[in-house]
């Protein structure tokens, strides 16, 4: 079903709580791909495509209202750069789901359930942040419940980096076969650039605190 596209007359502040959700969504299937035994490779891999679709669609809503901005919204130059992190996020994430369709082996589908689903909770705790934005009236005390969501998601992070690192050596230490130890690393590269694109969200929702 399509994501409902924001209209001119919606608070700027309101569009990027869409488009953040349309980045939730993607997350969701990607963690649904990781779990799965073996993955359904098309039906996810077309539904991210689709969500990629429409945050392309979001994101040029949201650069043609950018002149629309009132002072309770982010700065259109803020806007600009989390519409475009929020984008670039989704496409992270696509690239991410199509490596794991490929690779299904033991170890793979372990470590990929294990970081996808820290990353789907990543931009859990970013949405809420940017919801709770909205429903302030387009304040984000850097005190309080968004704090706490920011530490989360540096733990979460931090967490993720661990898993893929540990794994990268393990693979290099144990893998006999080169092939399949090139895969993993494939994997674990692509799950590590979409938390990437997570820390980047993140740090630019942590700078437009107020």
Do not use: W
Not at 61 to 89: G, H, K, Q
Request: with cysteine; glycine share 2%; aromatic share 2%.
């Amino acid at each position: 079903m399509p994501y409902p596209l924001a209209t001119r007359d919606e608070p700027l502040r309101s569009q990027l709580v869409r488009h953040c959700d349309i980045v939730r969504r993607a997350a969701i299937f990607l963690a649904k791909e990781a779990d799965l035994h073996p993955p359904e490779s098309r039906p996810v891999a077309e539904q991210i495509a689709l969500l990629r679709q429409q945050s392309a669609a979001m994101k040029q809503v949201i650069c043609e209202n950018l002149d629309r901005s009132s002072f309770i919204d982010p700065a259109p130059e803020d806007s600009l750069r989390l519409t475009a992190a929020f984008d670039a996020s989704i496409e992270s994430i696509q690239n991410c789901a199509q490596v794991l369709a490929t690779h299904t082996s033991g170890q793979t589908v372990e470590i990929a359930a294990i970081t996808c689903n820290l990353i789907l909770r990543c931009v859990d705790h970013l949405h809420d942040c940017i919801k709770r934005r909205d429903a302030d009236g387009g304040e984000l005390s850097r005190h309080g419940k968004p704090a706490a969501a920011y530490g989360t998601i540096h733990t979460l992070q931090s967490e993720i980096s661990r898993v893929l690192q540990r794994d990268l050596v393990r693979a290099r230490d144990e893998e006999p076969d080169a092939s399949q130890f090139l895969k993993t690393r494939e994997i674990i590269e692509s799950i590590e650039a979409a938390a990437d694109r997570c820390r980047t969200m993140a740090g630019l929702l942590e700078s437009m605190c107020v």
